[in-house]
């Protein structure tokens, strides 16, 4: 039984990192102090440094890796605010570097509970994202992450996302693969693209002059994105092979004969599926689409996935403030040349850590089969999911704050 | 693991330091040239001079570290005028930069994945605004994890690259595009320039120093006493700025020299923490012959002599040499 923090630290131990740069917060240390023990016991043959912040630390995981290491750094929320102006500027040396992400919702107010905001604010930077559900998935996605970005088509750094919470500090059964088995999988890494030394000089990180050749960079960074799409699939083909477990780039649950589609990212997905299971007990044709690859974006598997549904709800665990779910207009920007394009609904629910009751999907699959015509309910703007229970507590509390 | 458990703190004054060769006039300079002509940098660049001498001491297996500044102009694309490598990051981070790149350069060595042929010496590149604002907190934490590294910041006393606006080097009654001299403000900068120096020294670090452009002896015999030491080895640079100090670009040197000869601009170093000046002049040239020559000062003469500001000035200038007991 392994907790999410534990099998990311299995990961990156499995995946023999070389250099670790960190920096604390919650919920994302118990990551490091793993890997710190390890170290000092001698179980790992890396180095890591404590540094003087997420911006710093972002820095040297990107700069060790534009020398040739594997490295390997993680953070959360406040901390990948912090470190916001470094993820672009790695994502331009085209290094492969691995971070992961404890999800946890962005202040103020300041809080302590996931959402997606934090890492979603990431999705433009050139970062590749894959959204983890189970800790399993963690340490499998770890592994991968480094074979997909390590590839000379992709060349990228790559966020592996995690709940803070629900998913760093629940324990579930996780099978440690054996480092052999790993080491077939993930060859030592080779760099022939960015690296230092004496008999080669190199300038790395350039300036640019001019939005012609500004241009010419960021054009390549996203084709560069696009090429992880067919590179994930082989790096999904080969991880199958060697230990059995398949994560394509979408995961679809009861999907197939599905009318009603719930479209989810990470943890609360399990709730979601929970929800599906109850609302087929009602007889509703009902299933779930869970978003992994969100950077680059599979949009024809999405696509494919949800074209002819009668309707789908995306829950967004984020709210892009005065606009709404941010996943939702992603899906929405996929299906709308679509001839057999669904009803598409949104919802934010989540926020903070914020339970999706079951009362609440319940709400949503009614508000799906209501759904009648382009102007239906819910379909230009998105819905924010709030119990009467939790608004009657909240009253409680604003009565004690003195705003009764 | 994290410091390598090699700190051994105040042990490390125990030390003894290594004679040196020092070089004795300008015709010992190292001929070889790591900086080629052909950069972008303003006519009479004064950081430019003193990273050219810089770059002279420090040899080609080098990765510079740059952040934001003029001198990130220097590597355009598909330009470049070093002779070694380059890493640009952002303006707050070079030193976390150089922490990467030195710590990845160990550890391809210790796992025989690099010939220890092929490594490089780390050297950070920024200019005041980096190395006294925006970078401190990065800079403490490299000095504080004793990395293996030299830091040069080319300080020219204002952000240079953004057209001159103060910063935390500006001296006292500066004008910059932020301190501009008006009926309410007629001084310009009220603020003295940040202590940079102690900032850094109050660390210990083992080799820290300024140095001067129009002295570049005193420099290069920095940069050789520095070498014999592992980890931070820090230079600030006073640059003469032709269009921020409002001087002719054939004025760099000139005064680059002055600051040193009124005593604005104490030559020194320290090892491990304790200060040593190294050019002390004879006789100091009194402060207003390095003022009146630049146009960021002129409103101290012009149109009413502001008499209390160029006292202040020169009081603070006697002050710090009384206190090193170094005025005669």
Same mark, same amino acid.
């Given at each position: ?6 099998? @990311? ?54 700069? @060790?890796?534009?020398?040739?290491? $594997? ?50 604010? @990431? ?42 919470? &629900? ?137 494919? /996935? ?7 709800? %995306? ?5 892009? #403030? ?78 004690? @704050?003195?705003?009764? | ?79 470049? +005028? ?41 050297? %950070? ?19 504080? $994890?004793?990395?293996?590294?030299? &830091? ?16 935390? *080097?500006? +001296?006292? /009654? ?34 820290? *120093? ?25 230079? #600030? ?37 304790? %200060? ?19 146009? $960021? ?11 209390? *500001? ?9 002050? &710090? ?8």
């Amino acid at each position: 039984m392994l907790t999410g923090n534990a099998a @990311a630290a299995w990961g990156v131990r499995l995946a023999e990192v070389d250099y670790i740069p960190v920096y604390p917060v919650t919920p994302q240390t118990e990551i490091i102090e793993t890997l710190a023990k390890w170290i000092s016991d001698g179980d790992m043959d890396s180095k890591l440094v404590t540094m003087d912040s997420e911006h710093s630390m972002i820095t040297a995981a990107g700069a @060790a890796s534009a020398t040739g290491v $594997r490295a390997f750094t993680a953070t959360s929320s406040q901390g990948l605010m912090y470190g916001f102006e470094m993820l672009y500027t790695v994502a331009g040396w085209r290094v492969p570097l691995v971070m992961v992400n404890v999800s946890r919702g962005l202040s103020s107010p300041i809080t302590l509970e996931p959402d997606h905001n934090d890492v979603l604010a @990431a999705r433009d930077s050139g970062f590749l994202q894959i959204h983890c559900e189970t800790c399993q998935e963690v340490l499998d996605s770890l592994l991968m992450a480094y074979r997909l970005v390590e590839d000379e088509q992709v060349l990228l750094p790559v966020i592996v996302n995690m709940d803070g919470f &629900y998913l760093s500090f629940t324990r579930e059964p996780v099978e440690v693969p054996e480092l052999e088995t790993v080491r077939k999988f993930l060859p030592p890494y080779q760099p022939r693209h960015a690296f230092f030394k004496a008999s080669q000089p190199m300038a790395q990180g350039v300036a640019v002059l001019g939005g012609s050749m500004y241009s010419y960079f960021k054009y390549q960074m996203h084709l560069a994105s696009q090429n992880a799409l067919n590179v994930y699939k082989e790096v999904c083909g080969k991880f199958e092979k060697e230990f059995g477990r398949n994560y394509d780039t979408i995961e679809g649950y009861m999907l197939e004969d599905a009318k009603y589609v719930l479209v989810m990212t990470n943890s609360f997905s399990t709730l979601g599926k929970a929800a599906v299971n109850k609302a087929r007990e009602r007889g509703i044709k009902a299933g779930l689409l869970r978003l992994r690859l969100i950077r680059p974006f599979p949009v024809e598997d999405i696509t494919g /996935a949800l074209k002819g549904r009668r309707a789908v709800a %995306v829950i967004d665990q984020n709210i892009s #403030i005065g606009k709404g779910g941010i996943l939702h207009s992603e899906i929405a920007s996929c299906l709308y040349n679509e001839k057999q394009r669904p009803h598409l609904l949104s919802f934010i629910g989540g926020l903070g850590g914020k339970n999706i009751s079951p009362g609440e999907f319940e709400f949503i699959f009614d508000n799906m089969i209501k759904v009648r015509g382009v102007e239906g309910e819910g379909e230009k703007t998105s819905q924010l999911l709030y119990t009467e229970t939790e608004w009657k507590e909240m009253a409680r509390l604003k009565g004690i @704050a003195g705003k009764g | 693991m994290e410091g390598n458990g090699e700190i051994e703190g105040d042990s490390r004054k125990g030390v003894k330091e290594m004679e040196i060769e020092r070089i004795k006039s300008i015709k010992d300079l190292p001929p070889e040239e790591n900086v080629l002509p052909g950069t972008p940098t303003c006519a009479g660049c004064g950081g430019l001079l003193a990273l050219r001498h810089c770059m002279k001491a420090l040899g080609k297996r080098v990765v510079i570290v740059n952040a934001a500044g003029c001198f990130t102009l220097l590597s355009i694309y598909p330009f470049t +005028p070093f002779k070694n490598s380059w890493l640009y990051t952002a303006m707050a981070c070079a030193p976390a930069g150089a922490q990467g790149i030195r710590d990845a350069l160990d550890i391809l060595v210790k796992k025989s994945r690099l010939d220890p042929e092929e490594d490089l010496k780390v050297v %950070v590149l920024t200019g005041d605004g980096a190395a006294y604002d925006m970078g401190l907190s990065s800079t403490s934490g490299a000095i504080y $994890r004793n990395l293996d590294f030299y &830091y040069i910041c080319y300080d020219n006393e204002a952000y240079g690259n953004t057209g001159f606006q103060r910063s935390g *080097a500006t +001296p006292f /009654a500066s004008k910059t595009g932020t301190t501009p001299p008006g009926r309410i403000s007629p001084i310009g900068s009220e603020l003295p320039k940040k202590d940079l120096f102690e900032i850094w020294n109050s660390h210990k670090p083992p080799y820290l *120093a300024t140095i001067s452009p129009a002295h570049p002896v005193d420099l290069i015999n920095k940069f050789k006493k520095a070498e014999q030491y592992k980890g931070p080895k820090l230079f #600030i640079a006073l640059s003469p700025c032709p269009p921020g100090w409002g001087i002719d670009s054939s004025y760099s040197v000139k005064l680059a020299k002055l600051a040193v000869d009124t005593g604005i601009w104490a030559l020194k170093e320290a090892v491990f923490g304790e %200060v040593k000046h190294t050019v002390v002049p004879k006789r100091f040239k009194p402060v207003e012959d390095y003022l009146k020559e630049q146009g $960021r000062f002129a409103h101290l003469f012009k149109p009413v002599r502001r008499e209390e *500001a160029l006292n202040k000035i020169q009081e603070m200038v006697n002050e &710090y040499w009384n206190r090193h007991k170094l005025l005669l």
